[in-house]
């Protein structure tokens, strides 16, 4: 549990720290322009719309390939966050934790499933992940995107991982 004399803006920032540290290790986010909104313990991917992203310049649409990148970079992140989250919460983790190499390794895709609902427009794009079902060894998560209304999916997935070893 998190030490209840800690005053709240380093606590803040302990948790900003590591999951800054957690996403600046896959350089493919930083060149998407992949970035995460938290609050608390709850994310949200966001993928800001830029040029390179299309695939098709007449609709002009997303590319179906940067749609699926960012679903499963989402359903990555959310799953080493749910476990970094408990263990910081648990002070397993300690407060200057968020050193290139503290950070827990990424699980492995096993697969990837992804429904395209509908074309992604040539906007910011959003998407949350919610994790299933996670084991010492296994873990399923079901990912979510949307663009201007949440209620209005333009893609979504589902993903089972291999989970770091040690």
């Keep these: 549990m998190a030490d209840r004399n800690e005053p709240l803006q380093q606590i803040k920032l302990r948790r900003d720290n590591a999951l800054n540290a957690l996403i600046e290790g896959v350089p493919y986010m930083r060149w998407m322009?992949?970035?995460?909104?938290?609050?608390?313990?709850?994310?949200?991917?966001?993928?800001?719309?830029?040029?390179?992203?299309?695939?098709?310049?007449?609709?002009?649409?997303?590319?179906?390939?940067?749609?699926?990148?960012?679903?499963?970079?989402?359903?990555?992140?959310?799953?080493?966050?749910?476990?970094?989250w408990e263990d910081m919460e648990?002070?397993?983790?300690?407060?200057?934790?968020?050193?290139?190499?503290?950070?827990?390794?990424?699980?492995?895709?096993?697969?990837?499933?992804v429904d395209y609902l509908r074309s992604g427009l040539p906007r910011d794009a959003y998407a949350r992940a919610k994790v299933v079902r996670s084991g010492r060894r296994y873990a399923s998560v079901h990912v979510e995107a949307w663009q201007d209304n949440r209620a209005k999916l333009f893609a979504q997935a589902t993903a089972h991982f291999l989970m770091p070893q040690g």
């Design 33 to 84: 322009g992949i970035h995460f909104d938290r609050r608390g313990d709850e994310l949200t991917a966001v993928m800001p719309y830029d040029d390179k992203l299309i695939g098709n310049p007449i609709l002009p649409a997303i590319h179906g390939g940067a749609t699926a990148a960012f679903l499963e970079i989402t359903a990555i992140v959310e799953l080493a966050w749910s476990a970094m």
């Design 90 to 113: 648990a002070g397993r983790i300690a407060p200057d934790s968020s050193a290139p190499g503290s950070i827990p390794r990424l699980p492995k895709t096993i697969d990837f499933t």
